[in-house]
């Protein structure tokens, strides 16, 4: 696999102009995430109400895997539960360390399957995922990958 496969149109695409890119003034889960192996770095809004996400925003810096893995992700989550995100991670996360995928729709995060074969890249791919599951636990720390 070359370095091409791994940055299909879809990551470059959302790599250039993330969606639902800027700050939710009334979130109420609000979490950053850093990879220093990297640089990625981001700030995740969140708005939950009885276990759904109502609404998701993001703001930061990082490589086009990172910034393309948390436009897609927002894009993913919004109006789900979250039992459902816990799933949809799960499957994200095999497909980006094993590089199959299982079954299960995983949409648009299949553009991933590629990060496998360049595993420092599992880290920026997965970055903004952690980063949610911290928001959702209300963790007080930042999260990092390291
Ligand atoms: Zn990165």
């Known amino acids: 696999m070359s370095l091409r496969d791994l940055y299909q149109d879809i990551i470059v695409d ?10 939710l003034a009334n979130a109420n889960h609000c979490q950053m995430g850093h990879n220093p192996l990297c640089g990625d770095r981001l700030t995740l809004y969140v708005i939950e109400r009885n276990g759904i996400v109502d609404d998701v ?70 970055l903004a995922w952690h980063t949610l599951k911290a928001a959702l636990a209300n963790n007080l720390h930042p999260v990092t990958t390291e």
């Open 14 to 23: 959302h790599g250039k102009q993330p969606r639902n890119f800027g700050k």
């Open 57 to 126: 925003r993001f703001e930061g810096v990082g490589c086009a895997i990172s910034v393309a893995s948390a436009s897609l992700m927002t894009e993913m989550i919004k109006g789900k539960s979250v039992h459902e995100i816990e799933r949809i991670f799960n499957l994200f996360h095999h497909l980006v360390t094993e590089g199959k995928e299982l079954d299960g729709d995983i949409g648009k995060l299949a553009a991933f399957g590629g990060v496998a074969e360049f595993p420092v890249r599992v880290k920026c791919a997965t």
